[in-house]
Structures are given as C-alpha cells and as structure tokens.
C-alpha cells in the first residue's frame, strides 16, 4: 500500500497528459516517506459516461472533474497520514497549475483518503525482493 486511483471524466484528461498526472502522484507518494516503493500503485481511470455540476454533460460539455482516491494500510499516525495526503494533493494542485487547468472553466479536481484495516488487507507481493535485487526499495 498505498493505492493511487485517480479517476477523470473524459473531457478533463483530454486536456491533461495523463502519463504525466499518474507519474506526478506516483512521485509525491514516494516523496511522503512514509511508503515503501515497492507497495505504491498508481493508476487512472477514465470515464466516458459522467455528470458533473449542473450537467447534463452534452448541455455543458466544459464540466469537468478529477478525483484521486488513497487507499493506505494501517499503522501511520493521524499526523503522518495527514502530512503525506495534503502532500500528493499539493503535487496534483501544482501539476493541474503546470497544466493550465486550475483556471480552466467549471473543473473539479478532489482528493479523500482511507485507511484500510490489516485484517481486511489480503496480498501476495513478490515486487519488494525484487525491488530489492536492484537496490531500490
């Protein structure tokens, strides 16, 4: 853990490089230091089918929206958790800035967090040992 799930409607990744975004978050995860490297995933969804705001989308094809959803395990601290989430948020903020996208009209960009309990945490992770071999973890 963590889990990085960023999902947009198709209007907002269309003016976003979506690579760029997903590699954005991935890297501010990694910068929080409260992460192994081998446990972050980072990944993006993109819908065709959405409302935002006062839609219908096809009467304001401008709305639109970006939401990034944190899964983490259990055994941080609240302030650590705090710290690392306004961090990743701060590196979606400053990249939509780069992008051009904070002032691109009726958008929406959110951010919300989890904590999921260790005894509803199933996996098996070979990524460490390998991560591991190549002195990266």
Known sequence: MPHIVIE???????????????AAIHNAAS???????????TRAFIS???E???????LHPQNSQCHLRLTLGAGRTLAAKEKACKHI????????EK??????????FSFTAK?????LSYKHN??????????RV
Do not use: W
């Open 126 to 135: 070979n990524i460490h040992s390998y991560l591991q071999s190549r002195k």
């Open 31 to 41: 910068q929080t230091g409260i992460f192994p490297f081998g446990g972050i995933r």
């Open 8 to 22: 947009c409607s198709e209007n907002f990744s269309k003016h976003v490089s979506m690579p760029d975004l997903i």
């Open 52 to 58: 935002t705001a006062d839609s219908p989308s096809h």
């Open 115 to 119: 904590e999921a309990p260790a005894t």
């Open 99 to 108: 992008q051009n996208m904070l002032d691109y009209p009726k958008q929406v």
């Open 48 to 50: 065709q089918h959405y």
């Open 89 to 96: 948020y701060h590196a979606g903020l400053q990249f939509l």
